[in-house]
């Protein structure tokens, strides 16, 4: 069944109450209150609508919101890295089994990339058993990672997914050449638009001069593709000393959220594309790169 799926609205409130009664014990129920409260912490709030009604909602709060959930404390607790912890997904009685939650899911998952976050975690119980949700769950590529207790007698699963899909997004890192030229400056200007907010135009049209030069002399310079070939973000050991950025790596704006690990967030350290220089230093181009990307990608 095809659904919409959109930001929950303050109207849709009623409609979220009947389906999270109907959908007690494996939810918490809500009131209004709940609701309202819920959906102003939660970073992710969404509705599936289909021509009339809505039909299922998913409220996801982000590891840099204060909340008191028993469970996302347990997920605080284990993660190092941000997350969005899943507080409640549901679908109205009548309308399960047609994807309407896989729905919300591939949504509330690119969501959650652009926010830069790539770490789902959720609960599901265990006592009283939940086996549907368990099987979507499973079916979405959750893990289970640990077991909690909650105070009022409920034995919950914590599931863990993570969405950055390193295979599909980058296809290989290679040297540049005399034709990537432009494509490399377009990524340069992108991505000094979108993070240098201190820089006037003035200064950028200042820099573009010099950059041009820059990168037409600069070598080696490596790059990251993605699938379709198209160079997203490049690195070259001279360029960080050259003083044109303030780190070695420059990724284009559109892909900046998938780069922020490796090149935004401190607290990631030894996780993100960045670390792929000593692979390159070690003049070992022009390789497939999932795995090794993958292999940065853990702890
Ligand atoms: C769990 C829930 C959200 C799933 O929503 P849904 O829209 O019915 O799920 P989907 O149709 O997208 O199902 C996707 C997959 O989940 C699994 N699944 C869904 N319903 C299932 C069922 N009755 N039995 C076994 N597996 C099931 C299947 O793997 C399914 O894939 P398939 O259709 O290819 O077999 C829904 O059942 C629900 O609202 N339950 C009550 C509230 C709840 O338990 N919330 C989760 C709290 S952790």
Partial sequence: MSVHIRQVRSEDFDEILKINAESSPHVAKLDHEDVRRLTALASIALVATDSVRVVGYVLAISSSIVYEGEEFQSFLARFDEPFLYIDQVAVCAKARGASIASQMYASLQQRSRELGIFTLGCGVNLHPANPVSMGFHRKFGFESIGELETRDG???????????????????????????????????????????????????????????????????????????????????????????????????AEMLPAMAPATMAPPLPGRGYGDQDDTLGAGRTDQRCPATLHRCNRR
């Fill in 154 to 252: 409920q034995l919950v699963a914590l599931l863990r997914k993570e969405t950055l899909p390193v295979s599909s997004v980058f296809r290989a890192i290679t040297k540049t050449n005399e034709q990537d030229l432009p494509r490399l400056f377009q990524v340069w200007e992108s991505s000094v638009r979108a993070t240098h907010a201190f820089l006037t135009e003035a200064d950028i049209q200042s820099l573009i001069r010099l950059v041009k030069t820059e990168l037409a002399n600069c070598k080696p310079i490596y790059c990251l593709r993605g699938v379709d070939g198209r160079l997203f973000a490049f690195l070259g050991p001279r360029i960080a000393s050259a003083k044109m950025l303030p780190i070695g790596v420059v990724a284009s």
